[in-house]
């Protein structure tokens, strides 16, 4: 399957995104989501096929998601997440001397 889609940020969480297929827009995202992740802020659009890779996402999970309901939530990372990319120096910045 291929699916040319638009992806969306959300104004209200960082690294919150929603994909959609382009020929549907915004359509098939139910009211309370779009509520909860806020005004829509259009980032890119993409071409989805079983073979691309995606940074966080698994490609086959967002294409199932995207023909089954018509929408794709990427939730932003664990916070954990963030600290275990910092680089030490900077992990250890307020440790006591």
Not at 17 to 30: E, M, N, Q, T
Not at 53 to 73: F, M, S, T, W
């Amino acid at each position: 399957m291929k699916c040319i889609c638009s992806i969306y940020k959300s104004p209200r969480r960082r690294e919150m995104y929603l994909y959609v297929a382009k020929k549907d827009a915004l359509s098939r995202v139910p009211e309370g989501l779009l509520a909860a992740f806020g005004t829509p802020q259009h980032a890119f659009d993409l071409v989805l096929m079983p073979e691309r890779r995606l940074a966080r996402e698994d490609i086959h999970k967002v294409l199932e998601n995207l023909e089954k309901q018509g929408y794709h939530l990427q939730m932003p990372p664990p916070e954990e997440e963030y600290v275990e990319h910092l680089p030490d120096e900077l992990l250890r910045m307020n440790d006591p001397v």
